[in-house]
């Protein structure tokens, strides 16, 4: 892929009022490798404050989505929209600030430079910034387990939500993608499908508002639940074929 290209900063947000403005502001003031134009879309996924009426007044581009998806049918939305416009990329960056603007070349630099089809912002390979608890960890170090052991694959952040997509993968995730938490499932369905997938260092920060839709106490249930995802998509991806999820 040439070093120029169309990004689509694709931001899932759901009440996130206390954010969305800085993180818009921040964006517009970071300098991007020479050739790479960067346009955030936001995903408005039903909020209930006032996200809304700030693309409004700001007039930010957004997708306003009529009925409430969850991360995973937000995040899709955004694909969609970026593949349909001709975007070369789309990069996945959370609503809550998580994600540092001034660290998206890092992730770019892997798909413009024809590396991977898939690159990960990672918080673990440096250990650098926030790291998350303890708990959070232990069930990010067992999805690494999972997907080694199902597809070969390793991935030492399979929960980050900091990721970017070339054209090849946006095909992939217009015709499907998992929902409610699917970063660690899409591994699987990216591995299954022939992607190449990498890991670049990235510095991440703490939420800078909002509430986590992960709790402490539902963190078990979290692991149980996307363990099933996985392993059902898993079985579903390679012994029923791969073209019936599309």
Known sequence: MSKAAKVALVIPCFNEEDVVLSLYAEISRTLFP?????????????STDNTRQIFIDHRMTFIDLPVNL???????????????????????????????????????????GG???????????TKEGFQSSS??????????WLNK????????DSTSGYRALNRRALELVSGYYPDEYPEPEA?????????HIRETPVIMRERQGGKSSIRTYKTVYYMFKVTLGIIFL?????????????
């Open 34 to 46: 020479e050739g790479i134009t960067v346009t955030p879309v936001f995903v408005n996924d039903c």
């Open 70 to 112: 969850g991360i995973g049918g937000a995040v899709q939305a955004g694909y969609k929209y970026a593949f349909r416009n001709g975007y070369d990329i789309a990069v996945q960056m959370d609503g809550d600030g998580q994600h540092p603007p001034s660290e998206l070349h890092k992730i770019l630099k892997l798909i413009t």
């Open 115 to 125: 590396e991977a089809d898939v690159a990960i912002g990672s918080r673990y390979l």
């Open 135 to 144: 708990l959070r960890r232990t069930g990010i170090s067992y999805f690494r």
């Open 149 to 156: 052991k199902l597809v070969g694959v390793t991935v030492y």
């Open 187 to 195: 591994i699987i369905l990216y591995a299954l499908h022939g992607l």
């Open 234 to 246: 898993y079985i579903r991806l390679k012994f029923n074929g791969k073209r019936h999820l599309l």
